[in-house]
T-cell receptor, first 112, second 109 residues
Framework: EAQVTQNPRYLITVTGKKLTVTCSQNMNHEYMSWYRQDPGLGLRQIYYSMNVEVTDKGDVPEGYKVSRKEKRNFPLILESPSPNQTSLYFC???????????FGPGTRLTVL | KNEVEQSPQNLTAQEGEFITINCSYSVGISALHWLQQHPGGGIVSLFMLSSGKKKHGRLIATINIQEKHSSLHITASHPRDSAVYICAVSPNTGNQFYFGTGTSLTVIP
């Protein structure tokens, strides 16, 4: 089954404790992206990747890191999480930039 | 900066009504996308448009490139259509996506 998977689905952590949210797709898509969704602000792009080893900043990259060492995986790293990073996070992939996106199920992160 | 604006923000309809959700954008685009997010959070892509009109079941999406405007129509609405509908654009310069804040639709039986 074609899908985008994210783990964990729910995470409660404390300020400053490094964490990684994994994202994997099995559709051989070139383009992958991370978004955060906040009430009243909608979806905002954090980082995206056009292909392996090619990543670029979206609208809200501060406090986040990404890597794309393999085509299928695109982890999101929070080196020192802060409460303002409490949000619902989505990973998505598409065959090419601008193409139809396939979204993961979301990760609800709470930083205390 | 709001590259994408949607209206209305909230919409309540009776079952069977014809529904229209509007999206305006301010940048040149390569494509416009309509997404659906049901309560519980999952996001599904409904349409990708670069011109004209597309139809899938009771859903119809149109786009007017000159006016930088798109509409999503739902015919014969049903309570299972209750969801948040999100408009997104892929600019023709750059590789990002920009999203509207969504339209929350509730269809009452």
């Amino acid at each position: 089954e074609a899908q985008v998977t994210q783990n964990p689905r729910y995470l409660i952590t404390v300020t400053g404790k490094k964490l990684t949210v994994t994202c994997s797709q099995n559709m051989n898509h070139e383009y992958m992206s991370w978004y955060r969704q906040d009430p009243g602000l909608g979806l905002r792009q954090i980082y995206y990747s056009m292909n392996v080893e090619v990543t670029d900043k979206g609208d809200v990259p501060e406090g986040y890191k990404v890597s794309r060492k393999e085509k299928r995986n695109f982890p999101l790293i929070l080196e020192s999480p802060s409460p303002n990073q409490t949000s619902l996070y989505f990973c998505a992939s598409s065959p090419f930039a601008g193409g139809t996106q396939y979204f993961g199920p979301g990760t609800r992160l709470t930083v205390l | 900066k709001n590259e994408v604006e949607q209206s209305p923000q909230n919409l309540t309809a009776q079952e069977g009504e014809f529904i229209t959700i509007n999206c305006s954008y301010s940048v040149g685009i390569s494509a416009l996308h309509w997404l659906q997010q049901h309560p519980g959070g999952g996001i599904v892509s409904l349409f990708m448009l670069s011109s004209g009109k597309k139809k899938h079941g009771r859903l119809i999406a149109t786009i007017n490139i000159q006016e930088k405007h798109s509409s999503l129509h739902i015919t014969a609405s049903h309570p299972r259509d209750s969801a948040v509908y999100i408009c997104a654009v892929s600019p023709n310069t750059g590789n990002q996506f920009y999203f509207g804040t969504g339209t929350s639709l509730t269809v009452i039986p």
